[in-house]
């Protein structure tokens, strides 16, 4: 599967931002969809996933401001970043995730898209 990931640039604090994904080459509906972010110096971490039946998962530095959104039949992710702070500068990457017959699972990252936001 390959994430293409869009949506990032350089906002000033207490702006909005959002962000897309589309998933390519998987003939299948992405059981899990979401976002992961690096910031400088610290480890990839969480920021939102979400399953085909609407299940979501938020870190809870972004609760409240961020939105996630997904169309699963165009294996399509979006994050609505709202309020934004200069702690969420970072890398943003599209993560996807599905089972595997007969009981693995596999999980993929996308490039990622560079969010700044200044103060």
């Known amino acids: 599967v390959q994430l293409q990931a869009s949506g990032g640039g350089s906002v000033k604090s207490g702006e909005s931002l959002s962000l897309s994904c589309a998933a390519s080459?998987?003939?299948?509906?992405?059981?899990?969809m979401g976002w992961y972010r690096k910031a400088p110096g610290k480890q990839r971490v969480l920021v939102a996933t979400?399953?085909?039946?609407?299940?979501?998962n938020y870190a809870d530095s972004v609760k409240g401001r961020f939105t996630i959104s997904r169309d699963n039949a165009q294996n399509t992710v979006y994050l609505q970043m709202t309020n934004l702070k200069p702690e969420d500068s970072a890398v943003y990457s599209c993560?996807?995730?599905?089972?595997?017959?007969?009981?693995?699972?596999?999980?993929?990252w996308g490039q990622g898209t560079l969010v700044t936001v200044s103060s």
């Open positions: 080459g998987y003939g299948y509906t992405l059981e899990k």
């Open positions: 993560y996807a995730g599905d089972r595997t017959w007969p009981e693995g699972y596999f999980e993929s």
């Open positions: 979400m399953t085909t039946t609407g299940n979501t």
